[in-house]
Nanobody, 126 residues
Framework: QVKLVESGGGSVQAGGSLTLSCVVSGSASRRDCMAWFRQAPGKKREGVAY????????EYDASVESRFTISQDAAKSTVYLQMTSLTPDDSATYYC???????????????????WGQGTQVTVSS
């Protein structure tokens, strides 16, 4: 069973930075698509960034591009989300997610992601 465990959330002031970590554990997995989603209270869950571990392809939502960076440390089986220039609009619970893909690019649809972490809270104050 593949498990995802997030950490690194917290409270910061606007303009600050945080780095979230997602440790992938369990049996060997072909889940090449790794993504970070977030959900604020009363809002729909939205994709923030995804990363194809095989091709190293990365995509970002327009709202975070140039501020957030998704990366991985394969030796540590960890995927990171570096967040800079945070604003109150970035406040949400952030989730790491993964799914297996045969070919093609990863998807923004959370319906395809079948493994999820428990979430880590990010709060940005003005």
């Amino acid at each position: 069973q593949v498990k995802l465990v997030e950490s690194g959330g917290g409270s910061v002031q606007a303009g600050g930075s945080l780095t979230l970590s997602c440790v992938v554990s369990g049996s060997a997995s072909r889940r090449d698509c790794m993504a970070w989603f977030r959900q604020a209270p009363g809002k729909k869950r939205e994709g923030v960034a995804y990363f194809h571990r095989g091709s190293n392809t990365k995509e970002y939502d327009a709202s975070v591009e140039s501020r957030f960076t998704i990366s991985q440390d394969a030796a540590k089986s960890t995927v990171y989300l570096q967040m800079t220039s945070l604003t109150p609009d970035d406040s949400a619970t952030y989730y790491c997610a993964a799914y297996e893909i045969e070919r093609g690019t990863c998807s923004w649809s959370d319906l395809l992601y079948d493994v999820w972490g428990q979430g880590t809270q990010v709060t940005v104050s003005s």
